[in-house]
């Protein structure tokens, strides 16, 4: 369906929906309105009414932002989607993920599908500040209160960015991230990711076999399963070449699956709260992390925009700001930083299902999975060749939307510019697996090619790009005092 056909309102630039905070808070809708004593109209009684999405049932097609499946598809398209993260977050990062993702639905009005999780931004940055050595099977970080207290006040930082966007507009991010720059960083996100997913697929033989066995599940039931079968080809194929690995396992084909955990773990336990210590060595490491959880989030809404056919650069700022309170929240209570994540654009890609309320569903059951322990020790049991397959369609299709931005924004390859403000970036991210470290300050194979894909493009900008820019921003002062001009006669 044309885009204009479907949301006529985003192309017409003199057009503001009336769930817009932004509208809100000017004070220009009915006298009407029952107003609070600031005299805005934040909480009126219509921004209250407009502010979630007022779902229609969709059983077939692109399912949009606004449109939902039926209730058994939205359970198992809840499940689908934390069962795609699960393989990066702890159980106690489970429930600190179900807690961030309703903050977030409820920041961005449920306007902007995203699942929050732990981000991997954080890893290098936690173990070079708390001086972390992981041992299989051995103690946690003992500095672990470092840690959050340094992830606390990046997300206080982070909040702060959000704000401003929210305030001020989004232009600004665009002209200092541009579609070159959020595709590049997207693509970097996939390929980087990829490398794990590549060792998890063949760490064995065996595990090579099954990974190509989950990936053809996956892809084929995507594409020839009928009805509803076809929504949930990642839980479908996870399910399948589990049971495969277990009966080869069982009738002594293969090697078999260790149950001792799942046998050993307690059915309920509530998560580990930990209190934050802050340390300004610890934060001045962690902090910086906000500028790639930025350029993260914004890749992540031009992905998601694209894919459902609605642009969602306006809501950034609610994006960063819901984005930041979950960090914020979940390092209060000892758990880790979060963003939006990767994996579940993955399975979007997949179902072409971008309803909201999905992932209020999938948040719901985190939260809960979160106080069961032998749940997460079966998650865990997920042989590496299965997830590795899963992990690999999954980052594919993230490196693929990266692309996408470049092909529907028209950047232009045929510039020097931009090529290299995409290629430098793309390898880095593919090629790096260690940490870059300048003393105190540390990048990984994310936030390197992020850093590097900004500042090339300002310093690569050239002449004529800068005499663009302030040939456009003297005409806007003109036009702005032509304005007052106007409006002092009148």
């Not at 006040?153 to 541009?178: K, Q």
Request: net charge neutral; proline share 5%; glycine share 10%.
């Amino acid at each position: 369906m044309d885009n204009m056909e479907k949301y006529p309102n985003d192309f017409n630039p003199g057009y503001k929906p009336h769930h817009d905070l932004t509208e809100n808070l000017s004070g220009s809708s009915s006298h009407d309105e029952k107003e609070i004593s600031t005299g805005h109209k934040f909480f009126s009684k219509q921004t209250l009414i407009d502010y979630f999405p007022k779902y229609k049932l969709k059983k077939s097609g692109i399912i949009y932002i606004d449109e939902r499946p039926s209730a058994p598809q939205c359970l198992l398209m809840g499940i689908q989607h934390v069962l795609a993260m699960f393989g990066s977050t702890v159980l106690a990062a489970l429930f600190f993920s179900g807690v961030g993702t309703i903050i977030f639905y409820i920041v961005t009005g449920g306007k902007v599908p995203s699942y929050v999780g732990s981000s991997f931004g954080f890893i290098g940055v936690v173990v070079s500040a708390t001086g972390y050595n992981y041992v299989p099977s051995g103690p946690g970080n003992a500095r672990a209160d470092v840690a959050v207290g340094g992830i606390l006040v990046c997300g206080l930082v982070y909040g702060a960015i959000g704000l401003v966007i929210f305030f001020l507009g989004h232009n600004w991010i665009n002209y200092v991230m541009p579609p070159v720059v959020t595709g590049t960083v997207v693509m970097t996100i996939g390929i980087h990711l990829s490398t794990s997913a590549f060792k998890n697929a063949t760490s064995t033989t065996f595990d090579s076999w099954m990974a190509f066995t989950t990936i053809m599940l996956i892809s084929l039931v995507s594409v020839y399963a009928p009805g509803m079968l076809k929504r949930v080809p990642i839980l479908i194929g996870m399910v399948i070449g589990y049971l495969i690995y277990f009966g080869v396992g069982w009738s002594g084909h293969g090697p078999a699956i260790d149950y001792t955990e799942v046998y050993a773990a307690p059915w309920f336990a509530a998560p580990k709260f930990i209190q934050p210590k802050f340390e300004a060595q610890a934060i001045s490491i962690i902090v910086p992390v906000c500028v790639v959880l930025l350029a993260e989030n914004l890749g992540h809404i031009k992905a998601v925009g694209s894919m459902a056919e609605q642009p969602l650069d306006k809501y950034l700022g609610r994006a960063i700001l819901g984005d930041a309170l979950a960090t914020i929240v979940s390092a209060a209570g000892g758990g880790p930083g979060t963003t939006t994540y990767s994996e579940n654009i993955g399975v979007m890609a997949v179902t072409q299902i971008f309803s909201t309320l999905i992932f209020l569903v999938a948040a719901c059951i985190a939260i809960f999975l979160g106080f069961i322990q032998k749940f997460g020790a079966a998650i865990h049991t997920i042989p590496s060749g299965v997830f590795g397959g899963l992990s690999i369609i999954l980052f594919g299709l993230i490196t693929v939307s990266g692309a996408r931005i470049w092909v529907e924004n028209e950047v232009d390859f045929k510039d020097s510019r931009n090529m290299l403000v995409a290629g430098i970036p793309v390898v880095l991210g593919a090629s790096m697996q260690t940490t870059l470290k300048w003393g105190n300050f540390e990048l990984d194979g994310i936030g390197l090619p992020t850093y590097t894909a900004i500042l090339l493009y300002q310093i690569l900008r050239g002449w004529d790009s800068i005499i663009t820019l302030f040939q456009r921003k003297k005409k806007e002062r003109a036009m702005s005092v032509n304005s007052e001009q106007q409006a002092a006669v009148v």
